[in-house]
């Protein structure tokens, strides 16, 4: 997969040269490059913001340097890359959207600073390409950067070859639209508190129920949203009578 992120602090990016994710950069499963916005501007203060038509608070960035760095890093033309625009006021985020974006060849990131950047730049990317702004839930960021590394830990990871173990992918909560159940490793005592007898039984018909209770439990707790969502077909036998 190739990305491309656009921002004027690329410095934000330098942890992506760590772990899992510098480690799928260095044997070429993600082909990443950062730009700074700045690049594209032309005055000698490099400005890339300005004040807000009809007023209030902030700063908006400008559609110019947008627009050229948008012009070299999706040529009219070229096949184009899958726009993702970080912002407070972008639709939420999902496990279901990072499988979506694992599945696309080109990314391409366009960090604002949080009062935006100017919508003609949006609307004029859309004639081009598909524009997405997205949310990574209900707070606000100064701007997308974080967003950005957050998004692109969730996309990479689902990549081919990136997960050694692929069943992890398969256990882990958000997947099967249940929160994971509680995990133990030894010792199998520790401070006088024990890791609960099935798990130590060996009885992995025991063990698969006990998980799975202790997932629809923690779920309907912590998030009965969750819950509500859940496809009835998705339910088994045992689950109903729960
Ligand atoms: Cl994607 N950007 C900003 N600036 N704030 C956010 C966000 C994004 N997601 C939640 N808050």
Known sequence: MRVDIVSIFPEYFAPLDLSLIGKARANGTLRLAV??????????????DDTPYGGGPGMVMRPEPWGEALD?????????????VPSPAGGRFTQAMAYELATESHLLFACGRYEGIDQRV???AATRMPVTEVSIGDYVLFGGEVAVLVILEAVTRLLPGVLGNVGSLE??????????APMYTKPASWRGN?????????DHGRIARWRRDEA??????????MIAALDPE???????AA
């Open 72 to 84: 070299a890093l999706a040529p009219p033309g070229a096949t184009p890359p899958r726009l993702l």
């Open 194 to 202: 024990e890791v609960p007898e099935v798990l130590r039984s060996g």
């Open 234 to 240: 998705s339910l088994d036998k045992r689950d109903r």
């Open 122 to 124: 949006l609307d004029h």
């Open 216 to 225: 629809l439990l923690r779920t309907a707790v912590r998030r009965p949203d």
């Open 35 to 48: 730009h700074d916005l700045r690049t594209w501007t032309h005055d000698v203060h490099r400005t890339v």
């Open 171 to 180: 256990e882990e909560s958000h997947a099967h639209g249940l929160l994971e």
